[in-house]
Structure formats: structure tokens, C-alpha cells
């Protein structure tokens, strides 16, 4: 597979509205979107194959499609004293 070039861009929308509690609306992430534009002399046909191996292994696609355990870590330190 010759790639000239790949260019992979993220969109999605929110509600900033959400982030503040405000009710009637939402913090999360919608309408996601990913566009991934390549340029290559091979024939379509060896393209197809390799957008349908990235759907198949695509780790990031694959933790947008599919639900995740998340950790989330809130740390508080307590200031020590410079010695």
C-alpha cells in the first residue's frame, strides 16, 4: 500500500450550556464525525480494504464506537514545606 499523504480530522458538537448545569441541556459529546482523506496511486479496491481493516482496528474509532470503562483520577495533594 503506497499513502502519499493522510490527513485525519475530528469534529463533533456539545452544549457548552451543559458544562454550567444548565438544565434542559447536555455536556456531552455529539454528532462525532471523522473524516480521514488519503492520497495514493493504488486502485480503490486496495483502499476499500484497508478503510475496512482501520474499521475493524482503529483504536480510536473503535473507543468512540463501543462503551468504556473510564478511570478518572482526582488527586489532592497537600503542600509540604520546602526543606
Not at 17 to 36: D, K, M, V
Not at 72 to 77: K, N
Amino acid at each position: 500500500m503506497t499513502l502519499d499523504d493522510v490527513q485525519a480530522t475530528a469534529r463533533c458538537r456539545s452544549d457548552a450550556a451543559g458544562l454550567l448545569a444548565i438544565e434542559g441541556t447536555n455536556p456531552a459529546l455529539q454528532q462525532i464525525e471523522l473524516s480521514i482523506v488519503v492520497s495514493s496511486p493504488d486502485p480503490a479496491d486496495r483502499l476499500d480494504a484497508m478503510f475496512a481493516a482501520l474499521r475493524e482496528r482503529c483504536p480510536i474509532y473503535l473507543s468512540l464506537l463501543n462503551p468504556n470503562t473510564v478511570a478518572v483520577d482526582f488527586p489532592v495533594g497537600v503542600p509540604t514545606a520546602a526543606g
